[in-house]
Each structure stands twice: as C-alpha cells, then as structure tokens.
C-alpha cells in the first residue's frame, strides 16, 4: 500500500483493544509490557486502553513479544482485506 492510497488510510484507522494482549501477560506490569513492546511509558498503556491501538502499535507489540499480530487480534488478516 502506498501512502497516498484510500487503502492506506482506512487501514491506519484500524483499532485494536489491548484486552486481548492483556489477558496474555496477567503478571507483567504494564511499565514492562510497554518497555518491552518499544514504547518509553506505561502511559501508552493506558491510552491504548481508551483509544485502543494503531496497527502500527499493534504490530510492534506483537512482534516484541515474538507474535504476530494476528495471533492475538483474529481479526487482523480481514481487517487488511477489508482495508485493500
């Protein structure tokens, strides 16, 4: 996808719930998924909570913690269809 395709932009719209990342780690603090994940605050977080994520953010936590995306977010490979 290029930048300046309609494709691009709806699927930089996407969000994903960090619940389902969450319920992965119930003993990790947020302060180390965050660090983990690439991210400088538990913060990012909370936000995440209230907004959800970007599929940027999602990929990078995802794979931060040798997953893919989808392995956590079923939906990802429609969400890309759906987008393109």
Same mark, same amino acid.
């Given at each position: 996808?290029?930048?300046?395709?309609?494709?691009?932009?709806?699927?930089?719209?996407?969000?994903? %719930?960090?619940? %389902?990342?969450?319920?992965?780690?119930?003993?990790?603090?947020?302060?180390?998924?965050?660090?983990?994940?690439?991210?400088?605050?538990?913060?990012?977080?909370?936000?995440?909570?209230?907004?959800?994520?970007?599929?940027?953010?999602?990929?990078?936590?995802?794979?931060?913690?040798?997953?893919? %995306?989808?392995?956590?977010? %079923?939906?990802?490979?429609?969400?890309?269809?759906?987008?393109?």
């Amino acid at each position: 996808m290029s930048r300046s395709d309609g494709a691009y932009h709806a699927w930089k719209s996407v969000r994903y %719930p960090i619940e %389902p990342f969450l319920a992965l780690h119930p003993n990790s603090t947020y302060e180390e998924m965050a660090l983990r994940g690439g991210f400088s605050h538990a913060s990012r977080i909370h936000e995440w909570k209230k907004n959800g994520l970007t599929w940027i953010s999602a990929d990078k936590l995802a794979v931060a913690y040798n997953l893919h %995306p989808a392995n956590i977010w %079923p939906d990802w490979f429609d969400d890309v269809l759906e987008a393109s």
